[in-house]
T-cell receptor, first 116, second 111 residues
Framework: GNSVTQMEGPVTLSEEAFLTINCTYT??????LFWYVQYPGEGLQLLLK?????DKGSNKGFEATYRKETTSFHLEKGSVQVSDSAVYFC???????????????FGTGTQLKVEL | DAGITQSPRHKVTETGTPVTLRCHQT?????MYWYRQDPGHGLRLIHY???????DKGEVSDGYSVSRSKTEDFLLTLESATSSQTSVYFC??????????FGPGTRLTVL
């Protein structure tokens, strides 16, 4: 079945540092890949997505490239801010549900803490 | 922000009692989902709906039931709550093949 593996946290960085959060996946077929972000006390928000190999998703300075050859979708940001402190989830969609729904498989999440 | 609300936002209950969580959307999306979030597990799908009165099980459906009598409402019921069902529950909505939008969550504690 489908699975997503992402790096353990927490990741603690100083403001303006470079961020990488690793995500690898196992899937049949051609899944779409997502990064979601969860701020404290809130629900998940879509950060970026990529729907096919070599696509790059980007938003708010974050980027991730869909690498089929390495089955990876690593999240990067060149200069993090304190406001980026949150939990980041990698997810893939695939394995259609009855009725055509979009099944998401999530990684366990990586907590990011950015300090001044 | 997608119009999704969940109620209640927090609930404390006792083992063996029934509990119903409500998800309400104003987006007229066809698909609705219930997830639970637990440390070390990410989010796991409990049940989902692909239309009014059309529902199916996810990967962790034991002890849960759902109902959808209107497009905008999706109810999750714990028939007899257990301590293992202490969790944060999220509702999500989507259109076909599009990303899912999540509600703010309900924190449930079963004593």
């Amino acid at each position: 079945g489908n699975s997503v593996t992402q790096m353990e946290g927490p990741v603690t960085l100083s403001e303006e540092a470079f961020l990488t959060i690793n995500c690898t996946y196992t899937a049949t077929g051609y899944p779409s890949l997502f990064w979601y972000v969860q701020y404290p006390g809130e629900g998940l928000q879509l950060l970026l997505k990529a729907t096919k190999a070599d696509d790059k998703g980007s938003n708010k300075g974050f980027e991730a490239t869909y690498r089929k050859e390495t089955t990876s979708f690593h999240l990067e940001k060149g200069s993090v801010q304190v406001s980026d402190s949150a939990v980041y989830f990698c997810a893939l969609s695939g394995g259609g549900l009855t009725g055509g729904g979009n099944k998401l498989t999530f990684g366990t999440g990586t907590q990011l803490k950015v300090e001044l | 922000d997608a119009g999704i609300t969940q109620s209640p936002r927090h609930k404390v209950t006792e083992t063996g009692t029934p509990v119903t969580l409500r998800c309400h959307q104003t987006e007229n999306h066809r698909y609705m989902y219930w997830y639970r979030q637990d440390p070390g597990h990410g989010l796991r799908l409990i049940h989902y709906s692909y239309g009014v009165k059309d529902t199916d099980k996810g990967e962790v459906s034991d002890g849960y039931s759902v109902s959808r009598s209107k497009t905008e409402d999706f109810l999750l019921t714990l028939e007899s709550a257990t301590s293992s069902q202490t969790s944060v529950y999220f509702c999500a909505i989507s259109d076909l093949y599009n990303e899912q939008f999540f509600g703010p969550g309900t924190r449930l504690t079963v004593l």
